[in-house]
Protein backbone atom coordinates (compact mmCIF):
# COMPACT_ATOMS: atom_id res chain seq x y z
CA UNK A 1 0.00 0.00 0.00
CA UNK A 2 1.17 3.87 -0.60
CA UNK A 3 1.74 5.83 2.02
CA UNK A 4 1.18 9.59 1.35
CA UNK A 5 2.82 12.20 3.47
CA UNK A 6 0.58 14.85 5.05
CA UNK A 7 0.93 18.06 3.13
CA UNK A 8 0.36 21.71 4.66
CA UNK A 9 1.02 24.47 2.29
CA UNK A 10 0.65 28.17 2.97
CA UNK A 11 -0.05 31.08 0.32
CA UNK A 12 1.03 34.28 1.34
CA UNK A 13 -0.17 35.52 -2.31
CA UNK A 14 0.87 39.46 -2.28
CA UNK A 15 1.78 40.05 2.01
CA UNK A 16 4.34 39.79 3.90
CA UNK A 17 6.82 42.16 3.35
CA UNK A 18 10.86 42.00 4.94
CA UNK A 19 9.77 42.74 8.33
CA UNK A 20 6.57 41.12 8.71
CA UNK A 21 8.58 38.29 6.69
CA UNK A 22 10.82 38.04 9.67
CA UNK A 23 8.16 38.68 12.15
CA UNK A 24 6.43 35.57 10.93
CA UNK A 25 9.55 33.18 11.23
CA UNK A 26 10.88 34.30 14.17
CA UNK A 27 7.53 33.06 16.10
CA UNK A 28 6.82 30.31 13.89
CA UNK A 29 10.30 29.27 14.41
CA UNK A 30 9.67 29.43 17.76
CA UNK A 31 6.72 27.08 17.81
CA UNK A 32 8.15 24.76 16.17
CA UNK A 33 11.00 24.40 18.21
CA UNK A 34 8.81 23.73 21.15
CA UNK A 35 7.13 20.44 19.58
CA UNK A 36 10.22 18.00 18.65
CA UNK A 37 7.93 15.79 17.36
CA UNK A 38 6.36 17.88 14.97
CA UNK A 39 9.94 19.27 13.91
CA UNK A 40 11.11 15.76 13.35
CA UNK A 41 7.84 13.78 11.74
CA UNK A 42 8.57 12.86 8.30
CA UNK A 43 4.89 11.77 7.44
CA UNK A 44 4.42 15.74 7.28
CA UNK A 45 4.77 18.31 4.51
CA UNK A 46 4.50 21.99 5.42
CA UNK A 47 5.92 24.69 3.58
CA UNK A 48 5.03 28.04 3.25
CA UNK A 49 4.79 30.37 0.17
CA UNK A 50 5.61 34.37 0.27
CA UNK A 51 5.21 37.05 -2.57
CA UNK A 52 8.52 36.78 -4.90
CA UNK A 53 10.46 39.56 -3.21
CA UNK A 54 10.38 38.00 0.55
CA UNK A 55 11.57 34.52 -1.24
CA UNK A 56 15.26 34.68 -0.60
CA UNK A 57 14.76 36.27 2.55
CA UNK A 58 12.25 33.38 3.51
CA UNK A 59 15.15 30.55 2.96
CA UNK A 60 17.57 32.33 4.95
CA UNK A 61 15.03 32.21 7.87
CA UNK A 62 12.95 29.35 7.71
CA UNK A 63 14.53 25.97 9.79
CA UNK A 64 14.50 22.75 8.64
CA UNK A 65 12.26 21.03 7.57
CA UNK A 66 9.76 24.19 6.79
CA UNK A 67 9.90 24.42 2.55
CA UNK A 68 10.06 27.84 0.83
CA UNK A 69 7.39 26.92 -2.15
CA UNK A 70 7.36 30.12 -5.03
CA UNK A 71 3.16 31.25 -6.19
CA UNK A 72 4.34 30.92 -9.72
CA UNK A 73 6.93 30.01 -11.46
CA UNK A 74 7.40 31.20 -15.35
CA UNK A 75 7.46 28.13 -18.93
CA UNK A 76 10.41 29.22 -19.72
CA UNK A 77 14.21 29.77 -18.34
CA UNK A 78 15.38 33.11 -19.81
CA UNK A 79 15.03 35.96 -22.25
CA UNK A 80 13.09 38.94 -22.95
CA UNK A 81 10.07 37.86 -20.25
CA UNK A 82 9.87 41.20 -18.32
CA UNK A 83 8.61 40.51 -14.83
CA UNK A 84 8.69 36.99 -14.90
CA UNK A 85 10.82 34.61 -12.69
CA UNK A 86 12.65 31.10 -13.55
CA UNK A 87 13.15 28.04 -12.45
CA UNK A 88 16.51 27.94 -12.38
CA UNK A 89 16.41 31.53 -10.23
CA UNK A 90 14.35 29.39 -7.80
CA UNK A 91 17.00 26.87 -7.47
CA UNK A 92 19.42 29.34 -6.77
CA UNK A 93 17.28 29.46 -3.68
CA UNK A 94 17.51 25.84 -3.28
CA UNK A 95 13.53 26.23 -4.32
CA UNK A 96 11.92 22.79 -5.39
CA UNK A 97 8.17 23.43 -5.49
CA UNK A 98 6.21 26.46 -7.15
CA UNK A 99 2.85 27.11 -6.97
CA UNK A 100 0.98 27.02 -10.80
CA UNK A 101 -1.95 27.99 -12.21
CA UNK A 102 -3.64 29.67 -8.96
CA UNK A 103 -6.86 31.10 -10.31
CA UNK A 104 -5.77 34.63 -8.72
CA UNK A 105 -3.05 34.17 -11.57
CA UNK A 106 -5.35 32.62 -13.72
CA UNK A 107 -7.92 35.89 -13.10
CA UNK A 108 -5.19 38.88 -12.74
CA UNK A 109 -3.00 37.48 -15.21
CA UNK A 110 -4.66 35.43 -17.85
CA UNK A 111 -2.69 32.88 -17.18
CA UNK A 112 -4.84 29.22 -19.21
CA UNK A 113 -4.76 25.76 -18.69
CA UNK A 114 -2.28 25.12 -22.02
CA UNK A 115 0.24 27.90 -19.99
CA UNK A 116 0.16 25.92 -16.92
CA UNK A 117 0.71 22.62 -18.89
CA UNK A 118 3.86 24.80 -20.15
CA UNK A 119 5.08 25.73 -17.13
CA UNK A 120 4.28 22.38 -15.57
CA UNK A 121 6.47 20.57 -18.47
CA UNK A 122 9.30 23.48 -17.18
CA UNK A 123 9.20 22.91 -13.52
CA UNK A 124 9.72 18.93 -14.07
CA UNK A 125 12.11 19.49 -17.07
CA UNK A 126 14.31 21.29 -13.71
CA UNK A 127 13.57 18.55 -11.55
CA UNK A 128 10.98 20.41 -9.15
CA UNK A 129 7.64 19.79 -8.36
CA UNK A 130 4.82 21.85 -9.29
CA UNK A 131 1.91 22.36 -7.04
CA UNK A 132 -0.87 22.29 -9.83
CA UNK A 133 -4.02 24.90 -9.14
CA UNK A 134 -7.44 23.74 -10.06
CA UNK A 135 -10.85 24.36 -9.76
CA UNK A 136 -14.49 25.43 -10.51
CA UNK A 137 -15.98 28.48 -10.97
CA UNK A 138 -19.36 29.47 -8.52
CA UNK A 139 -21.29 29.81 -12.07
CA UNK A 140 -20.29 25.81 -12.88
CA UNK A 141 -21.08 24.52 -9.38
CA UNK A 142 -24.46 25.50 -9.41
CA UNK A 143 -24.81 24.25 -13.22
CA UNK A 144 -23.48 21.20 -11.53
CA UNK A 145 -20.19 21.26 -14.33
CA UNK A 146 -17.65 20.65 -11.41
CA UNK A 147 -16.49 16.89 -12.50
CA UNK A 148 -16.64 18.55 -16.41
CA UNK A 149 -14.72 21.19 -15.58
CA UNK A 150 -11.96 19.28 -13.06
CA UNK A 151 -11.57 16.74 -15.95
CA UNK A 152 -10.78 18.79 -18.45
CA UNK A 153 -8.29 20.75 -16.59
CA UNK A 154 -6.36 18.48 -15.59
CA UNK A 155 -5.96 16.13 -19.17
CA UNK A 156 -4.69 19.35 -20.30
CA UNK A 157 -2.71 20.64 -17.87
CA UNK A 158 -1.01 17.19 -17.92
CA UNK A 159 -0.64 16.96 -21.20
CA UNK A 160 3.02 15.49 -22.72
CA UNK A 161 3.84 15.14 -18.59
CA UNK A 162 5.29 11.32 -18.70
CA UNK A 163 4.12 8.61 -15.75
CA UNK A 164 7.37 9.47 -13.74
CA UNK A 165 7.15 12.97 -13.06
CA UNK A 166 3.37 12.44 -13.43
CA UNK A 167 3.97 10.34 -10.37
CA UNK A 168 5.92 13.47 -8.14
CA UNK A 169 2.60 15.75 -9.00
CA UNK A 170 1.00 17.98 -6.25
CA UNK A 171 -2.99 18.81 -7.17
CA UNK A 172 -4.54 21.62 -5.46
CA UNK A 173 -8.30 21.45 -6.00
CA UNK A 174 -9.72 24.37 -5.08
CA UNK A 175 -13.44 25.77 -5.95
CA UNK A 176 -12.72 29.51 -6.66
CA UNK A 177 -16.02 30.23 -5.18
CA UNK A 178 -14.52 28.92 -1.69
CA UNK A 179 -11.21 31.00 -2.11
CA UNK A 180 -11.62 33.97 0.37
CA UNK A 181 -14.93 33.50 0.83
CA UNK A 182 -15.14 31.57 4.49
CA UNK A 183 -17.41 29.19 1.97
CA UNK A 184 -16.53 25.29 1.27
CA UNK A 185 -18.02 22.42 0.08
CA UNK A 186 -19.61 20.10 2.76
CA UNK A 187 -16.67 17.36 3.59
CA UNK A 188 -18.74 15.21 1.33
CA UNK A 189 -18.49 16.96 -1.65
CA UNK A 190 -14.77 17.24 -1.21
CA UNK A 191 -14.23 13.56 -0.65
CA UNK A 192 -16.60 12.81 -3.44
CA UNK A 193 -14.28 15.34 -5.65
CA UNK A 194 -10.73 14.13 -4.35
CA UNK A 195 -12.09 10.73 -5.50
CA UNK A 196 -13.32 12.14 -8.30
CA UNK A 197 -9.35 13.81 -9.14
CA UNK A 198 -7.81 10.45 -8.18
CA UNK A 199 -10.04 8.31 -10.60
CA UNK A 200 -9.27 10.69 -13.33
CA UNK A 201 -5.06 10.39 -12.41
CA UNK A 202 -5.97 6.96 -12.97
CA UNK A 203 -6.99 6.66 -16.66
CA UNK A 204 -4.45 9.20 -17.70
CA UNK A 205 -1.70 6.91 -15.75
CA UNK A 206 -2.64 4.12 -13.87
CA UNK A 207 -3.89 3.17 -10.63
CA UNK A 208 -0.14 3.34 -8.71
CA UNK A 209 0.72 6.38 -10.10
CA UNK A 210 -2.26 8.08 -9.12
CA UNK A 211 -1.83 6.92 -5.66
CA UNK A 212 1.84 7.98 -5.42
CA UNK A 213 0.12 11.74 -6.62
CA UNK A 214 -0.48 14.10 -4.10
CA UNK A 215 -4.08 15.49 -3.91
CA UNK A 216 -4.65 18.98 -1.77
CA UNK A 217 -8.02 20.90 -0.91
CA UNK A 218 -7.90 25.07 -0.64
CA UNK A 219 -9.90 27.33 -0.30
CA UNK A 220 -11.11 28.93 3.46
CA UNK A 221 -9.06 26.36 5.15
CA UNK A 222 -9.26 27.36 8.86
CA UNK A 223 -7.97 26.26 12.16
CA UNK A 224 -11.55 25.21 12.64
CA UNK A 225 -12.33 22.85 9.62
CA UNK A 226 -8.65 21.81 8.86
CA UNK A 227 -8.58 18.42 10.07
CA UNK A 228 -11.94 17.48 9.14
CA UNK A 229 -10.96 18.24 5.52
CA UNK A 230 -7.48 16.16 6.01
CA UNK A 231 -9.03 13.43 6.97
CA UNK A 232 -11.48 12.92 4.17
CA UNK A 233 -10.13 10.14 1.93
CA UNK A 234 -8.38 10.92 -0.88
CA UNK A 235 -7.29 14.53 0.58
CA UNK A 236 -3.20 14.53 1.29
CA UNK A 237 -3.37 18.02 2.47
CA UNK A 238 -4.35 21.79 2.44
CA UNK A 239 -3.69 24.74 0.67
CA UNK A 240 -4.13 27.40 2.72
CA UNK A 241 -4.05 31.09 1.58
CA UNK A 242 -5.53 33.89 4.38
CA UNK A 243 -5.01 31.77 7.28
CA UNK A 244 -1.78 30.75 7.01
CA UNK A 245 -0.79 34.56 7.33
CA UNK A 246 -0.83 34.22 11.40
CA UNK A 247 2.02 31.79 12.47
CA UNK A 248 0.09 30.69 15.36
CA UNK A 249 -2.98 29.65 13.74
CA UNK A 250 -0.83 28.18 10.83
CA UNK A 251 1.40 26.50 13.17
CA UNK A 252 -1.75 25.02 15.24
CA UNK A 253 -3.20 23.32 11.69
CA UNK A 254 -0.10 21.46 11.47
CA UNK A 255 0.29 20.23 14.73
CA UNK A 256 -3.82 19.48 14.73
CA UNK A 257 -2.84 17.34 11.70
CA UNK A 258 0.13 15.39 13.30
CA UNK A 259 -2.48 15.06 16.74
CA UNK A 260 -4.72 13.34 14.40
CA UNK A 261 -2.74 10.78 12.67
P1 LIG B 1 -7.96 31.12 1.32
O1 LIG B 1 -7.08 31.01 -0.01
O2 LIG B 1 -7.45 30.08 2.27
O3 LIG B 1 -7.71 32.51 1.82
O4 LIG B 1 -9.37 30.87 0.93
C1 LIG B 1 -6.77 29.76 -0.54
C2 LIG B 1 -5.93 29.90 -1.77
O5 LIG B 1 -6.12 30.84 -2.56
O6 LIG B 1 -5.04 29.06 -2.00
Known amino acids: MI????YIIGNWKLNNGFAETTKYFTQFNKLLNSDKILLNN??????LAPSYLSLALATKHKISPTQ?????????????????????????????YAI????????YLGVTDAIVNAKA????????????????????YN???????LANQIKTILQNIDILNASKAIIAYEPLWAIGS???????????????????LTSLYDDTTAKQMVILYGGSVNENNAVSIIKQPNVDGLLIGGVSLYPDKFFKIIRDVKNEK
Open 182 to 200: GKTPTFEEIAKLAGFIRKT
Open 121 to 140: INVFANKMIPIICIGESLDE
Open 3 to 6: KRKK
Open 100 to 107: IGHSETRK
Open 143 to 149: NKLTKKV
Open 42 to 47: KQLFYG
Open 68 to 96: IIAQDVANVDKGSYTSQVSCSQLKDLKIK
